[in-house]
């Protein structure tokens, strides 16, 4: 219980006792203190961490303290981070800044949210450094989720097409198994196929399923461990997706780089921050060679310029323009609102080109066991005749 209000939440203890007391030293009175069952910790979602930085931006703006905003603001979220937050206030409380607090959680913050704080309380820019770090969460939140809506139907409709096409091997295709055993002769091969493939199936599902589980086990230690490399580089080179995973980087880099430049970061520290935010390990390294380039005296678009597999000739460009007017910040989001634009396209191009796909995938896979199941009995029916 906090000031009469009864609230709950988790804390992280060994034994019910110990966490009695961390809740006393919060200055709170536990009513009931028993195991929570863990189900693992999620950390906080761009939308979350942009209502975190945007709740912010509104109680700072009114003149509350520093401590009670983010105390305020922590009690909407969910357990885990809403702890963190209340450790935040409690260390801003005890004299930390609020960017030294959370550094204490860099899984959380992230370095570049953790900067860009870091910068508006250097410079006395602490409310507009939320707000742009707030607009630039919720632009990303926005353009992932867009991406993630464009892939849900294709996805969606691939599992419904194995659960099928499994569904009719195992319970259908047995169904007619003897009745075409006893038509006699010799069967068509796709049917051949279709009920050897079919006893297999049913014999055999259990260890199907652990197969399937371990191969999407082991794909995924690959695509993130030792085969990274190769994973990324073959997401740049496919078709249709490759685009769009170069485009999703180019509006990151571009939405970043002003908010690090008006927080007076060097271009090659801003670069460097970008890179380490970025996911692909080619985008990665060209950025961190840039950063290199730019620390050796380089100019900053022929430093960009040397890369033009991973930036095209327009944002270098832009890059160009805004760094002989001195208005690059303005510039490279002029480039992000076209880069945007572009990204919009080809995710609704992707949207239309992957269903229409799907369905002829899902039609093929049923069409194929049906007449495998069929063309037996239609070519008894032609020799009747």
């Known amino acids: 219980m906090a000031n009469g209000q009864e609230i709950s939440g988790t804390v992280d203890a060994k034994t019910p006792g110990e966490a009695m007391m961390i809740l006393k030293r919060r200055q709170l009175t536990p009513l009931k203190v028993s195991p929570a069952i863990s189900l693992g910790k999620r950390n906080p979602s761009m939308r979350e961490l942009a209502a975190f930085t945007g709740q912010l931006v509104s109680f700072a703006s009114a003149g509350i303290d520093l401590p009670e905003a983010i105390t305020a603001t922590a009690m909407q979220f969910k357990p885990h981070f809403r702890d963190v937050l209340l450790e935040v206030a409690r260390n801003v409380s005890a004299g930390m800044t609020l960017s030294a607090a959370m550094r204490k959680h860099p899984k959380v913050f992230g370095e570049l949210l953790t900067g860009l704080v870091a910068a508006g309380e250097a410079t006395g820019t602490f409310v507009p450094a939320l707000q742009h770090a707030t607009r630039y969460l919720k632009k990303q939140h926005s353009m992932t989720s867009k991406i993630k809506r464009a892939l849900t139907y294709p996805v969606f409709s691939l599992i419904v097409a194995v659960v099928i096409a ?3 091997m195992v319970f259908i295709v047995p169904q007619f198994a003897q009745m075409l055993t006893d038509v006699g002769g010799r069967l068509p091969l796709i049917t051949t196929v279709l009920l050897a493939l079919s ?124 760094s002989d007017s001195g208005r690059l910040a303005d510039t490279l989001e002029e480039a992000a609102d076209f880069v945007e634009e572009d990204l919009d396209a080809r995710i609704e191009s992707l949207q239309s080109v992957l269903e229409p796909i799907m369905m002829v995938v899902i039609g093929v896979i049923v069409m194929t066991i049906i007449m495998g199941v069929l063309l037996p009995f239609l070519q008894i029916a032609a020799q009747i005749k």
Request: zero cysteines.
């Open 166 to 168: 499994y569904g009719l």
């Open 199 to 322: 006893s297999f199936m049913r014999s055999n599902s259990l260890w199907i399923l652990l197969a399937a589980a371990a191969l999407y086990y082991a794909f995924n230690r690959w695509r993130t461990g030792s085969g990274k490399p190769v994973w990324d580089r073959l997401l740049l080179k496919m078709p249709i997706v490759g685009p769009i995973v170069r485009l999703q980087i180019l509006q990151q880099l571009t939405r970043l780089w002003p908010l690090l430049a008006r927080s007076s970061a060097n271009h090659d520290t801003a670069l460097e921050k970008i890179a380490h935010s970025i996911a692909n390990v080619h985008y990665q390294n060209a950025l961190l060679e840039i950063a290199r380039m730019i620390q050796r005296g380089h100019d900053l678009p022929d430093a960009f310029a040397r890369h033009p597999t991973f930036f095209p000739v327009s944002l270098v460009a832009y890059i160009r323009a805004g």
